[in-house]
């Protein structure tokens, strides 16, 4: 499940944050069918809700570390980093 997301064939660039990208919205998150997460939707409106606040206070946020220096969590079925530290820098 680690790779899940991360086929070249399916995804250019898999590795680059591209929200705008045309596939953008065929990916495995919440995973799929009857396994699919009963919490997506509360999810789903609490990153809509926290990156409405941040982006409309007009702040730029850049990475603290390095994304080589992320630790990673959530085990072997999961890979996402186990916290995403940014820092505030300037005005949009």
């Known amino acids: 499940m ?3 997301d991360h086929d070249p064939r399916c995804h250019a660039g898999p590795g680059t944050l591209d929200p705008g990208r045309s596939t953008a919205s065929r990916h495995l998150s ?3 069918g009857p396994h699919y997460c009963p919490g997506s939707g509360i999810a789903r409106l ?16 850049v990475p603290a570390v390095p994304p080589s220096q992320l630790a990673r ?8 980093p ?3 530290p940014v820092l505030p820098a300037g005005p949009a």
């Open 2 to 4: 680690s790779r899940a």
């Open 30 to 32: 919440f995973g799929p």
């Open 46 to 61: 609490e990153l809509t809700v926290a990156l409405t606040q941040l982006l409309g206070r007009r702040l730029r946020l």
């Open 73 to 80: 969590g959530g085990g072997h079925l999961h890979r996402r």
């Open 82 to 84: 186990a916290a995403l």
